[in-house]
């Protein structure tokens, strides 16, 4: 096998891999996630030239008290730092969020 059909056969596995994790999170949060309320602390923009890209992160007490910032899987265009909003976690991965 040649070294650049090795490489992107290695790409494409790293990112079928990246995605397999994510749904698994994903569908973990939608079964067993914990609902709360949350505040969104900050907005990161992460934008190029090419593309608009948000990070939007809460923070939250978990069921067992702890304090956590997360970051939400699905945020919403329009949401501002400081805003309540209603999320569920995941209780192995808390830093995981999503609206609810």
């Known amino acids: 096998m040649d070294k650049g059909l090795a490489l992107w056969v290695t790409f494409?596995?790293?990112f079928a891999v990246?995605?397999?994790i994510s749904h698994v999170i994903k569908s973990?949060?939608?079964?067993?996630?914990?609902?709360?309320?949350?505040v969104v602390s900050r907005i990161v923009d992460?934008?190029?030239?090419?593309d608009i890209e948000l990070h939007v992160y809460v923070c939250y007490c978990t069921?067992?008290?702890?304090?956590?910032?997360?970051?939400?899987s699905n945020p919403r265009a329009n949401l501002e730092?400081?805003?309540?909003?209603k999320i569920k976690y995941h209780p192995k991965h808390v830093?995981?969020?999503r609206l609810v």
């Open 81 to 85: 730092e400081g805003q309540r909003v």
């Open 12 to 14: 494409a596995a790293v």
């Open 63 to 72: 069921k067992d008290g702890r304090k956590v910032e997360g970051v939400l």
């Open 46 to 50: 992460i934008s190029s030239q090419e």
């Open 28 to 38: 973990g949060i939608e079964k067993n996630g914990i609902e709360t309320e949350a």
């Open 95 to 97: 830093t995981n969020a």
């Open 18 to 20: 990246g995605l397999l």
